[in-house]
Each structure stands twice: as C-alpha cells, then as structure tokens.
C-alpha cells in the first residue's frame, strides 16, 4: 500500500495537450528539429512552475499523436505530485502552458485543452479528490527511463540557462540555441552490426538498421497482429516488456491500429538504437505468420495485404 511502503513514493501519468487554434498544431511543431527545443522548454518551465522547483516532475518521453501532445510524467515525491495536481486542478499549470508556449513560439497566444491520465484512469474527473488521483498515479509505476531526446534536450535547456544567468539576460535568447536532439532512426552504414548478414527463406540479406520506410509499412500492413510482433521483440527488448504493449494499446486506443503499430515499433527503435535492426524485425514476423510483410520489407515482392 502506498501509506507502508518504505521505497521511494514513485508514479506515473500522462499529460494531454490540444491547441485548439486550426493554425497550430503542438505535434508537428514538436516534430519540427527548429521548434522542438522551443516546445521543450516551455513544457519543463511550465511544470517547474506547476511544483515549484525544476526537479518537481520528470518527463519521460513526448508522444506526437495528432492532434495531441501526450507527455509521460514521472513523480519521485508524493507532495511534488500534490503541487502538481493542485496547479492542474486551480488552472494554474494551463496559464502556465499557454504562457510559456507563447514566449517560446513568439505567437500571440497558444490556446489548449488540457487533459491528465493514469493507466486508464480519467483523472479530470476526479481532481477534487486528491488522495483518490495520488493512488492512481502511484499505482502506474513508470515503464521507462527517459528518452535519449529528452535526456539532450535537459541538457541543452541547463546550459543554455546557465549561459543566460552569466550574461545576466534570460529574456532575450531564442530557443535556436538548443541543439535538437538526434533522430531515432539510426544513420544508415554509420554502424556495422555484430550480425553482418541474415538467412530469410535460404537467401542472404545485409542486416542493416530499421529504416523511415521499413517503419511506415510495418505499421500500415501488420494490422491486429501489431501486438504478436510486440511480444516476440520484447524477449529481447526491455523497453516492451509488461506491461509496455498493454499500455501502447491503451494509450493509442482512440488512433487505431497505425498508430499503436507506429507507436510500438517506434518504442523498439528508440529503446534499442544501433541495435533495432531489420533481422529482429524480420524474426518476429517470421514468428508470428507475417511472411509476406517480411518479404515487402526486403523488398521480394509489392505491397500486399499481410494481416
């Protein structure tokens, strides 16, 4: 129980973000490599706000689903999470986020719906009950640490502000000093696999890194079966074990099929980097009867339909 454990009081949640202004679109601002470390900021200012302190809240990763910014929160303090939840609940974080984002983006202003959950938990209908939302939010222990992108984007953010305090100018500097953060997909012949070469259906194929392309048609052609493949690459992929791909099928519930595949694939690759490579890819549907999306991905043959 949350009240007699003597580890360290520890939960999770996700933070929903709409603009609802037709002109602007938070996912494909944060996809953008010039304006994601403007949208960064001003989501760890506006929760450095929100718990008063700049280690109050950790995030994990940042969804791009559209039309929503989902953020992965991280509490390590339950009163940490108590600012949180009293700023979400009086408004406070909401002007937060807007205000920030409007500094940030140089706009005139940034309207948004905001929207908080745990695990299948709707916590916006439970804010008046306080103790009610910290047992949920304890109870979703976090399934990951944080991203490499987030880990970079930190770092950026520290040494720009330190940059700013020494010239004694924090209001004038433009986010284009943060560095964006590298792409999840690795770069191709920038690394040579342990596993050089792969057998499929008695010929040899190069075992290069998941490619952009390989990424699309998995998840526009591996349909139900998305989950399968899930559990087949989490033998070898901690970032997907339980209850990780539960937790994709939830969390993407209302995207569809695409996007809980994009989603978990997309997992795989961020998680294992140099690692996620198109033989692992090629094994776990081999494993589950998806041979014929195998072979479109190395290229044997046209698209098909393989669910």
């Not at 390989?214 to 087949?232: E, L, M, N, P, T």
Request: aromatic share 6%; charged share 25%; net charge neutral.
């Amino acid at each position: 129980k949350m009240a007699g454990s003597s580890a360290p009081w520890i939960g999770s949640a996700y933070l929903f973000l709409q603009s609802t202004c037709k002109t602007i679109a938070l996912p494909s601002l944060y996809e953008s490599p010039q304006k994601k470390p403007c949208v960064f900021k001003a989501l760890k200012l506006a929760l450095a706000d929100s718990t008063g302190s700049v280690n109050g809240v950790d995030m994990l990763k940042v969804h791009c689903s559209h039309p929503h910014l989902i953020v992965q929160l991280k509490f390590c303090k339950r009163e940490n999470c108590r600012r949180f939840l009293r700023s979400y609940r009086e408004g406070a974080l909401h002007k937060a986020l807007q205000s920030h984002l409007q500094l940030s983006l140089a706009t005139t202003t940034v309207p948004l719906q905001v929207e908080l959950k745990a695990g299948s938990e709707h916590l916006d209908t439970m804010l008046k009950d306080e103790d009610r939302c910290l047992e949920c939010i304890y109870r979703e222990k976090p399934d990951r640490l944080p991203d490499e992108e987030i880990t970079e984007l930190e770092e950026s953010l520290k040494s720009l502000m330190l940059h700013q305090s020494t010239n004694n100018n924090v209001a004038g500097k433009d986010c284009s000093s943060l560095k964006p953060p590298s792409q999840p997909y690795p770069r191709q012949g920038s690394f040579l696999p342990t596993q050089l070469t792969f057998i499929f259906q008695g010929q040899q194929f190069d075992n290069r890194t998941i490619t952009p392309d390989d990424h699309q048609k998995f998840a526009k052609s591996v349909s139900k079966k998305w989950k399968q493949v899930g559990r087949s690459l989490q033998k070898s992929c901690r970032a997907l074990r339980d209850p990780a791909i539960d937790s994709l099928a939830l969390e993407y519930d209302r995207e569809g099929l695409y996007e809980q595949a994009y989603q978990m694939l997309l997992r795989f690759i961020q998680s294992e980097g140099k690692g996620a490579t198109v033989a692992r890819l090629i094994a776990a549907l081999e494993e589950n009867g998806l041979v014929s999306l195998a072979e479109e991905l190395l290229g044997l043959h046209s698209s098909e339909d393989c669910s």
